[in-house]
């Protein structure tokens, strides 16, 4: 059974820093493309971050760029998302996505959801 | 950046009828890389359609997609009671964008 499991969450100040991991299980994890999403309290989904099959390519939505970094280890099959310069418009529960076609690094759907973690940025 | 526009914001149905939800792009969106989602309250996203008209591993066959280019619509031929809620159109390029959702509620 697929299962992702996200940690990392919780309340930070302004222009502070986070990290989100994303314990994968189920699949073999080194085949298939990772993302990231989130979601703001009573708002949509908003994609956030990608990463290759490798982890040599990553992209990121313009919101985020330069502040967010993506990677992920194959070594305990978990995905990361290290957050920096946060701010209250950050605030969302955070949610990691398997990308659905093993070997593509984009341009797939998005078939297996973790549960999310929730980020609060305030002072 | 591709968006997308769903329409109409909330729906409002009762249990056996047709379900029409759109999907605009501002530009034209290949037909393999468009998707729908289902979320409920407190859930994750789950993946209903893919390449616009392909049911993901166990959606049942009321759900039916389709659409070209700019327009993308997703049916729900009749609605059952765990059908009722939020739905989201998503472009999965590049650079992935999802739209506002649509709220389908019991009238």
């Not at chain 2, 526009?5 to 969106?29: I, Y």
């Amino acid at each position: 059974e697929v299962r992702l499991l996200e940690s990392g969450g919780g309340l930070v100040q302004p222009g502070g820093s986070l990290r989100l991991s994303c314990a994968a299980s189920g699949f073999t994890f080194n085949t298939y493309a990772m993302s990231w999403v989130r979601q703001a309290p009573g708002k949509g989904l908003e994609w956030v971050s990608g990463i290759s099959v490798t982890g040599d390519n990553t992209y990121f939505a313009d919101s985020v760029k330069d502040r967010f970094t993506i990677s992920r280890d194959h070594s305990d099959n978990t995905l990361y998302l290290q957050m920096n310069s946060l701010r209250a418009e950050d605030t969302a529960v955070y949610y990691c996505a398997r990308l659905q076609f093993s070997g593509y690094n984009y341009g797939s759907p998005f078939d297996y959801w973790g549960q999310g973690t929730l980020v609060t940025v305030s002072s | 950046e591709i968006v997308l526009t769903q329409s109409p914001g909330t729906l409002s149905l009762s249990p056996g009828e047709r379900a029409t939800l759109s999907c605009r792009a501002s530009q034209r969106v290949s037909s393999s890389y468009l998707a729908w989602y289902q979320q409920k309250p407190g859930q994750a996203p789950r993946l209903l359609i893919y390449g616009t008209s392909s049911r993901a591993t166990g959606i049942p066959d009321r759900f039916s997609g389709s659409g070209s280019g700019t327009d993308f619509t997703l049916t729900i031929s009749r609605l059952e009671p765990e059908d009722f809620a939020v739905y989201y159109c998503q472009q999965y390029g590049r650079s992935p964008t999802f739209g506002g959702g649509t709220k389908v509620e019991i009238k």
